[in-house]
T-cell receptor
Framework: QQPVQSPQAVILREGEDAVINCSSS?????VHWYRQKHGEAPVFLMI?????EQKGHEKISASFNEKKQQSSLYLTASQLSYSGTYFC????????????FGAGTRLFVKA | NAGVTQTPKFRILKIGQSMTLQCTQD?????MYWYRQDPGMGLKLIYY???????DKGEVPNGYNVSRSTTEDFPLRLELAAPSQTSVYFC?????????????FGPGTRLTVL
């Protein structure tokens, strides 16, 4: 089942913060976050493992609440280069691991 | 390492034609995936493979076929192209079944069916 992302779109000014949420109706083994620029392939940002571990990447960090089956991506002091579409991907073991992606959150950072 | 490569980059098909989208990875990854991404939408899993000779359906497998005869290659076959198959197709791979491994994506194939 596809994870649900919110919000669908965000417009920020440079330096502002944003939070993107990802929730699932199924128990999760992990949550992956990717960013996709227009016309390009998705690029990996980070993996969150069950256990509530928080990871960081530059000024982008994320958390994973296993009990609530939710993950949040935090973008602080946004830069123009953060613009793009952010996807969360969730993994549920089926004997081989496959990732199901959310519909994406479009982020636009303006000067 | 070239990573994940896909050919062709662009293709226009007529309804009813068939074609094969090629995907090759040189990272010795076990798992490979095919996704489609419709304009303004997310990624939908078509098929995936956990190793040579083993494939399984994803979310949207109808109208497609795959094979995995080698670790490196994972071609996607469209037998009777339909306008609904107009999309960008991404191939991806990752090292193992361990859920801590990330997927590496190819550059994509833009397919238009007219």
């Amino acid at each position: 089942q596809q994870p649900v992302q919110s919000p669908q779109a965000v417009i920020l000014r440079e330096g502002e913060d944003a939070v993107i949420n990802c929730s699932s109706s199924k128990a999760l083994y992990s949550v992956h976050w990717y960013r996709q620029k227009h016309g390009e392939a998705p690029v990996f940002l980070m993996i969150l493992l069950k256990g509530g571990e928080q990871k960081g990447h530059e000024k982008i960090s994320a958390s994973f609440n296993e009990k609530k089956q939710q993950s949040s991506l935090y973008l602080t002091a946004s830069q123009l280069s953060y613009s793009g579409t952010y996807f969360c991907g969730t993994e549920v073991s089926t004997g081989g691991f496959k990732t199901i992606f959310g519909a994406g959150t479009r982020l636009f950072v303006k000067a | 390492n070239a990573g994940v490569t896909q050919t062709p980059k662009f293709r226009i098909l007529k309804i009813g034609q068939s074609m094969t989208l090629q995907c090759t990875q040189d990272m010795n990854h076990n798992y490979m995936y095919w996704y489609r991404q419709d304009p303004g939408m997310g990624l939908k899993l078509i098929y995936y493979s956990v190793g040579a000779g083993i494939t399984d359906k994803g979310e949207v497998p109808n109208g497609y076929n795959v094979s995995r005869s080698t670790t490196e290659d994972f071609p996607l076959r469209l037998e009777l192209a339909a306008p609904s198959q107009t999309s960008v197709y991404f191939c991806a791979s990752k090292l193992a079944g361990d859920h801590t491994d990330t997927q590496y994506f190819g550059p994509g194939t833009r397919l238009t069916v007219l």
